[in-house]
């Protein structure tokens, strides 16, 4: 299993011990994080050394008006060797197919790679590589990589994305409350106090959960191809020596319950959905 | 040229009946599974048959809604389930999955598949892609301009359907967890708790993101006019007050549209019944501008419960010449108010006269869920209901 890296720093240069594979979020094109970089920047970043492999992100919601620089933009990509692109909207999965690009396409629908047969229509649309959602159990994981050939990621470690609005939801609270603009707030839900971190960018607003995700202890149930590591708003010392830990168990210099007892330390045990099933139906079936 | 489609929601059979008799073209409904409002009713499969085999005689249509994300679990006795709602009788399925439209394609290459807004389709490509599909009808995502709208509609050859009225999710369907992780229950599974209408708490004003709901009855001539061809409400877990109220006024906006005699006079009659069954204020939201503070609200759940549903007709007394029905809310003897009925017709009337269900004459109908008794010239079509206007003389409003 390779990890990728999702990193908030100018270089590269502190995460290269670590991996050579990097998710980078595309200015302009990407919603649901924090940091994000221009094609240049990027670039620059891929040509510190041949074996960086590069997956941009794409995931904004598009529009009519996005779509004669969206084409332009996919053509331009395809010409410099990035690893792959991580798409929400199917409208990049169609000019892809029409203008017959090469760079390789990852399934991101966020909160729906939820099942196998899914993942399979998209592995057959052309989609080698999907990120599973969030929100699923790890049976529900296991079933899903025993039954597709699709290549599958899950994020590891970061900080969930819950939810996103075309609505600019900071702006809007502090036009109405007439309050000092913000593009990030942390909230404290009424009844449950769980904190959550509301950002925005010119694209929407996104809401984060706040507590890590820490899917250590099933690192050895889930045969995926990829481990995200999403530093967002984890201290960038600390989030190297996660990775610095990973690293050693994927050298046999530690167990795994070492590795997990470690990097719980560093980052807390929150294993959101994989061992707890939300439920849906209220009423009993008729 | 086809008239525009009304499309209603049914939570139930009931629902059903009432809100195709008030005027809905179709109704789109939630089987017991694979449907994203798993707490309305719902339909069984033999209530589903008897949905089509009412909507069919009146030349209607019904949807069946199958736009839940589907975990490994769901996938198990997805085809049965199609094979089995086909031979009810519906007339098309609302999809997300695009692996689901496959299938159904598989199963039966006639039947209709329209896309749910749950894809949130914002743009002409991503039409093209379910179109390519196999798909005959596209429900457009929540977010987009009138402009936006037309140019998909004028690139695409594709039937596309939108939301005209109702209750708006504040963040893109598809994209909110929300519910699953504040409260557990699965938004994307028919769950969703509306954790966007909770408040939050910040270090200085609690913070809000609750919606106001959409009201699109100023620019149904503009939907028109650009070619969409169904128009949605929102609302499966609604009354049959509200929905023969929507549904009605609606019909009457359509109807005098197309027969060159809405006004402004009658649209203001018309906008003022949809506002007496709001329970929220309303917006356009993205229709005709970009969306702004002024389409949200910032201090918690802002919802007015509506007290003129007065009641259900359910028959007529002779001996007493008096229509019977079921009391829902508070009135008395000396208000002002409306009967209307699934066949557009209004009755205004001030009540000189109650009974109770044993002819007793009472003054004031206090206890909803009471039979009781008005008299009136003559009987009136089933699901004809009775609407305050005025209290005693007094404004209502």
């Given at each position: ?12 240069t ?16 990407a919603?649901?994080?924090?940091k994000?970089?221009?094609l240049e ?6 040509n510190?050394?041949?074996?960086i ?25 395809d ?10 909207d199917v409208?990049?999965l ?18 729906m790679?939820t099942?196998?047969k899914?993942c399979?229509?998209?592995l ?7 990120v ?19 290549k ?22 502090t ?6 603009e ?12 769980n ?20 899917a ?11 481990m995200?590591f999403?530093?967002?708003d ?7 020596k ?16 070492e ?23 209220v009423?009993?079936?008729? | ?10 939570g ?11 005027g809905?073209?179709?109704v ?5 599974n694979?449907s ?7 339909f ?12 069919h005689?009146?030349?209607k ?8 994300v589907?975990?490994n ?6 085809k049965?389930?199609?094979k ?5 009788g519906?007339?098309?399925f ?5 692996y689901?439209?496959k ?25 093209k892609?379910y ?19 037309k140019?998909?509609i ?19 369907s598809?994209?909110?967890t ?44 503009d ?11 929102e ?18 906006i359509?109807d005098d549209?197309y027969?060159?005699d809405l006004d ?5 009659y ?17 229709f005709?501008?970009?969306e ?6 910032y ?7 509506n ?9 007529y007394?002779?001996?007493?010449k ?35 269900e ?6 004031v ?21 009775i609407r ?10």
């Amino acid at each position: 299993m390779r990890k990728i890296i999702i990193p908030t720093t100018k270089t590269l240069t502190d995460y290269l011990p670590y991996s050579k594979d990097f998710i980078m979020p595309l200015k302009d094109y990407a919603v649901d994080y924090k940091k994000d970089y221009t094609l240049e920047e990027i670039l620059k970043l891929k040509n510190l050394s041949k074996d960086i492999n590069i997956y941009l992100v794409m995931n904004k919601p598009i529009f009519n008006k996005d779509l004669k620089e969206l084409t332009s933009i996919l053509k331009e990509i395809d010409k410099y060797g990035f690893k792959g692109i991580l798409f929400y909207d199917v409208s990049i999965l169609n000019i892809h197919k029409k203008l017959n690009l090469k760079t390789d396409l990852i399934w991101n629908n966020t909160h729906m790679v939820t099942n196998y047969k899914t993942c399979d229509f998209y592995l057959n649309e052309g989609c080698k590589y999907g990120v599973l959602s969030n929100e699923i159990t790890l049976e529900e994981i296991k079933e899903i990589t025993k039954n597709t050939k699709m290549k599958l990621w899950l994020l590891m470690i970061g900080y969930p994305v819950m939810a996103f609005s075309r609505r600019h939801l900071l702006k809007n609270y502090t036009t109405f409350h007439k309050l000092k603009e913000t593009k990030s707030l942390e909230v404290k839900e009424h009844t449950t106090h769980n904190l959550y971190n509301i950002f925005e960018n010119n694209f929407g607003t996104s809401i984060k959960k706040q507590q890590i995700l820490n899917a250590t202890m099933i690192i050895d149930e889930v045969k995926i191809d990829g481990m995200i590591f999403k530093e967002e708003d984890i201290n960038h010392e600390c989030f190297l020596k996660v990775l610095d830990l990973y690293q050693k168990y994927e050298n046999k210099k530690i167990t795994k319950e070492e590795l997990l007892t470690s990097v719980t330390n560093l980052i807390g045990s929150d294993s959101n959905f994989l061992f707890n099933e939300t439920i849906y139906q209220v009423k009993k079936d008729g | 040229m086809a008239k525009i489609e009304l499309l209603s929601p049914a939570g139930d059979l009931e629902r059903l009946k009432v809100t195709l008799l008030y005027g809905a073209d179709a109704v789109y409904i939630g089987g017991k599974n694979y449907s994203l409002r798993a707490n309305a009713t719902n339909f069984t499969k033999e209530e589903i048959k008897e949905g089509c085999l009412f909507a069919h005689k009146l030349n209607k249509k019904v949807y069946l809604t199958l736009n839940i994300v589907l975990h490994n679990k769901e996938l198990k006795d997805l085809k049965t389930y199609i094979k089995d709602v086909i031979e009810c009788g519906i007339d098309a399925f609302i999809v997300s999955d695009p692996y689901v439209i496959k299938l159904i394609r598989k199963i039966n290459k006639d039947i209709e598949i329209h896309v749910s807004t749950q894809s949130s389709i914002t743009n002409i490509e991503s039409a093209k892609f379910y179109k390519e599909q196999n798909t005959n009808r596209i429900v457009l995502a929540r977010e987009l301009s009138k402009k936006e709208i037309k140019e998909i509609i004028d690139e695409v050859n594709i039937d596309t359907e939108v939301f005209i009225h109702g209750a708006m999710c504040t963040c893109m369907s598809g994209r909110c967890t929300l519910s699953n992780y504040v409260t557990n229950r699965d938004a994307n599974r028919g769950g969703c708790s509306q954790v966007c209408r909770f408040l939050f708490d910040t270090d200085t004003k609690p913070f809000t993101m609750a919606t106001k709901d959409l009201n699109m009855a100023r620019y149904i001539k503009d939907l028109i006019e650009i070619g969409v061809k169904s128009l949605k409400v929102e609302g499966r877990m609604r009354s049959l007050y509200y929905l023969a109220t929507v549904i009605g006024t609606y019909r009457k906006i359509i109807d005098d549209i197309y027969n060159n005699d809405l006004d402004d006079e009658k649209l203001n009659y018309y906008c003022a019944t949809l506002s007496r069954v709001a329970n929220r204020e309303v917006s356009t939201h993205f229709f005709l501008k970009e969306e702004d503070y002024t389409d949200e609200y910032y201090s918690g759940r802002n919802e007015s419960s509506n007290q003129d549903y007065l009641g259900l007709i359910i028959g007529y007394d002779d001996k007493l010449k008096s229509l019977v029905f079921l009391e829902r809310n508070y009135f008395e003897v000396g208000d002002q108010v409306e009967i209307f009925t699934p066949d557009k017709k209004t009755y205004n009337l001030v009540i000189e006269k109650l009974y109770d269900e044993d002819n007793n004459e009472i003054k004031v109908g206090r206890h909803p869920g009471e039979i009781l008794k008005i008299p009136f010239k003559h009987n009136l079509v089933e699901y004809s209901m009775i609407r305050l206007i005025k209290k005693g003389g007094k404004a209502d409003e």
